[in-house]
């Protein structure tokens, strides 16, 4: 049973470009949470989605960010015009429906030049 | 919104000696507490989780506490070994899946031979 899949796990951005990040929930779960950690610090939460529905997004900035979880395929996070301060690990989780456990995938580490 | 506070930031403690790592969360209505344990470059990784209907619960050398009264739970680390040298991270949430986590800050946990 394949664990929660994230890729890239490494991207590299210039300033002004898009980054699109892909999670693969484990197999059975349907609830989808993305986190963003910068350096040195903990875990700040984004955006909790659940198959084509946007359940929480009270911590996704307004602009240049959105997620996406549709019926077909991964759940995407967007993020448009990036710039120096985007640079982040950002990681997803998954959980079955009604369930408090997350699990974490391996993250994506963005870079911004 | 919910405000976890985690200390110490950094713990250095003798192998074989036990470790404690406190949180004190701000909201009520949460009621769910796990800890998680990242190492450098890896996903986190849940090592243990307590419900607010619990008190203390244990996992071999790992044991976690809660007084909701006064709105903290901590992380007890038995006989330590090298290998538990890592970041650890508490979090809290109201459960049943229905809302992200919100993470302490994390302590860096070092175990020294």
């Known amino acids: 049973n394949a664990g929660v899949m994230q890729n890239p796990r490494h991207l590299v951005r210039r300033r002004g470009q898009e980054a699109r990040l892909r999670c693969s929930p484990m197999?059975?779960?349907?609830?989808v949470y993305w986190y963003r950690q910068l350096p040195e610090e903990g875990l700040k939460f984004m955006v909790y989605l659940q198959k084509e529905n946007i359940i929480d997004e009270s911590g996704m900035p307004k602009e240049r960010f959105s997620a996406e979880f549709p019926k077909e395929g991964p759940s995407i996070l967007r993020i448009q015009q990036v710039v120096r301060g985007d640079s982040a690990a950002y990681f997803c989780?998954?959980?079955?429906?009604?369930?408090?456990?997350?699990?974490f995938g391996p993250g994506t580490r963005l870079t911004v030049l | 919104g919910e405000n976890v506070e985690q200390h110490p930031s950094t713990l250095s403690v003798q192998e074989g000696d036990s470790a404690v790592i406190k949180c004190t969360y701000s909201d009520s209505a949460s009621n769910y507490f796990p800890w998680y344990k990242q190492e450098l470059g890896k996903r986190p990784q849940l090592i243990i989780d307590i419900r607010s209907n619990v008190g203390e619960k244990k996992d071999q050398r790992i044991a976690v506490t809660l007084n909701k009264t006064a709105k903290h739970f901590s992380l007890h680390i038995t006989e330590t070994q090298p290998e538990d040298s890592a970041v650890y991270f508490c979090?809290?949430?109201?459960?049943?899946?229905?809302?992200?986590?919100?993470f302490g800050k994390g302590t860096h946990l070092i175990i020294q031979p």
């Open positions: 197999k059975g779960h349907s609830h």
């Open positions: 979090a809290a949430s109201t459960g049943g899946g229905a809302d992200g986590l919100t």
């Open positions: 989780a998954s959980s079955p429906m009604y369930s408090d456990t997350q699990y």
